[in-house]
C-alpha cells in the first residue's frame, strides 16, 4: 500500500491477512473407513481445510467413487484412493495425521459395548498397518467403543516398539460440540462464545461434561445440570433412536473430527494456542487414559490441563467417580484383547 503524504511516497507494510499467517498447505491426511456414514462428510471437510495438500482415502469398498466425486472440488488438497488391505501401507506411507472412524455403528436397544467384538478386530488391523507405516503419525480414533479402541490402539503400538502416548487421541469433541450447543440454547447464549470442557470417556455415564467450568461462567440449577448432564450423556443415543436402525451419528460427528483434525494441523504448523478434549493415557486420575483438556503442540499433547478438575462441584466429583468403575472395565477389556490374542 503507498501513502502519499506532503509529497513523500511511503511505503506502509499490510496488515497480513489469515491466508498470509496460515502455512501453505502441506499436510497428509488419511482416513481409514473413509465410504462410511462419517467417512464421507469427513472427506469433505478435510478436502476444505486450507492446511492440507493430500487426503487420502481408505476403506474395504466403495471409496472409489467418493474420491472422484470429492476430487472436483477446488481445493487445494489432491485425493487419492486405496481400496482393501493391500492398498493399505501406501495409503499410510508419509502421512501426518491418521483418522480411523472405520466399524459398524449402534442400532437402537444397543450400547457403545455391544459393538467390542466386532470393531475391536478393525481397529486392531488398521492400527498395525499405521505401526508399520505411519508411527510418527498423530493418530484419531472415531470407531467405538472408543473407552476400549484407545487401549487396544496403544497395545497394539507398544506391541511394535512404537507407542507414542502423546500422539495417540480418543475423538471425543463431539462431546464438546454437544455440550457447547445445549448449554447455548439453554442460557441463550451466543454459540460462540460457548466453551464446556468434557472429561472421562466417551460412553454413557463416562461422559461427564463440567458445567461449573463453562465458559462464559455461567450458573446452573442443580435441575438444569442434571437435565444437561443427562441430555449430554445420552446425545448419541438421541440420534441412534431418531435413526432408527440406519446408524448412528454421522453429520456432526464428521463436524467434530474435522475440527479436531484442523486444530491437530495447526498445532503441526506450530500455533501454540490449541487446546482441544481428547481421551488420552493420562495421570490426572487412577485410570491410565481419561478425557480431560489437553494442549497439543508439533509432539503432540503437551500437557494435560489438571485444573479443570480443581474445584469442581459436589455433583461433578460424585459423578466423576460413580464413572470411574465403568471406564476401569473398558480400559482392561481393551488391553485384554489385544493379550488375549497372542
Ligand atoms: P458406517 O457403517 O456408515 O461406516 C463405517 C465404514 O467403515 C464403512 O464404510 C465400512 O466399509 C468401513 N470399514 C469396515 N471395516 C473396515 C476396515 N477393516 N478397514 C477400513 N474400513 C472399514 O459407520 P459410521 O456411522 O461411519 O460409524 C463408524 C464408527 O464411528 C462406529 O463405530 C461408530 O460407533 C463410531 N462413532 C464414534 C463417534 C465418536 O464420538 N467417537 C461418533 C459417531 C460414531
Ligand atoms: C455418538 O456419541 O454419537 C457416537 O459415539 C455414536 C453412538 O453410538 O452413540
Known amino acids: 500500500t503507498s501513502l502519499r503524504a506532503s509529497g513523500v511516497t511511503r511505503v506502509v507494510p499490510k496488515a497480513k491477512s489469515a491466508a498470509q499467517i496460515l502455512p501453505e498447505a502441506s499436510y497428509k491426511v488419511a482416513v481409514l473407513g473413509a465410504a462410511g456414514g462419517i467417512g464421507q462428510p469427513l472427506g469433505l471437510l478435510i478436502k476444505m481445510s486450507p492446511l492440507v495438500s493430500e487426503l487420502r482415502l481408505y ?24 481400496t482393501g488391505p493391500a492398498e493399505l501401507a501406501n495409503c499410510l ?22 459393538l467390542f467384538n466386532i470393531n475391536a478386530g478393525i481397529v486392531k488391523s ?9 508411527p510418527e503419525a498423530f493418530i484419531h480414533i472415531i470407531s467405538n467403543p472408543v473407552n476400549s479402541t484407545v487401549p487396544i490402539a496403544a497395545e497394539i503400538l507398544k506391541q511394535k516398539g512404537v507407542y507414542n502416548p502423546k500422539k495417540l487421541f480418543g475423538v471425543s469433541t463431539l462431546d464438546v460440540v454437544r ?23 466417551h460412553a454413557g455415564i463416562t461422559i461427564l461434561p463440567l458445567l461449573s467450568k463453562a465458559r462464559p461462567s455461567v450458573t446452573f440449577t442443580d435441575e438444569e445440570t442434571e437435565e444437561l448432564t443427562k441430555r449430554i450423556q445420552n446425545a448419541g443415543t438421541e440420534v441412534v433412536e431418531a435413526k432408527a436402525g440406519a446408524g448412528s451419528a454421522t453429520l456432526s460427528m464428521a463436524y467434530a473430527a474435522a475440527r479436531f483434525v484442523e486444530s491437530s494441523l495447526r498445532a503441526l504448523a506450530g500455533d501454540p494456542d490449541v487446546y482441544e478434549c481428547t481421551y488420552v493415557q493420562s495421570e490426572l486420575t487412577e485410570l491410565p487414559f481419561f478425557a480431560s483438556r489437553v494442549k497439543i503442540g508439533k509432539n503432540g499433547v503437551e500437557s494435560i490441563i489438571s485444573s479443570d478438575l480443581e474445584g469442581v462441584t459436589e455433583y461433578e466429583a460424585k459423578a466423576l467417580e ?3 468403575p465403568e471406564l476401569k472395565a473398558s480400559i482392561e477389556k481393551g488391553i485384554e484383547f489385544v493379550h488375549k490374542q497372542q
Do not use: W, Y
Request: with cysteine.
Open 59 to 82: 476403506d474395504i469398498a466403495n471409496v472409489k467413487g467418493v474420491a472422484a466425486d470429492l476430487s472436483h472440488c477446488n481445493t487445494p488438497s489432491q485425493v487419492m484412493d486405496f
Open 93 to 114: 506411507k508419509g502421512v501426518d495425521v491418521v483418522v480411523i472412524p472405520a466399524g459398524v455403528p449402534r442400532k437402537p436397544g444397543m450400547t457403545r459395548d455391544d
Open 126 to 134: 488398521l492400527i498395525e498397518a499405521v505401526a508399520d507405516n505411519c
Open 179 to 201: 455440550a457447547n450447543t445445549f448449554v447455548a440454547q439453554k442460557k441463550d447464549l451466543k454459540l460462540i462464545d460457548v466453551d464446556v470442557p468434557v472429561v472421562g470417556g
Open 322 to 324: 460413580a464413572l470411574k
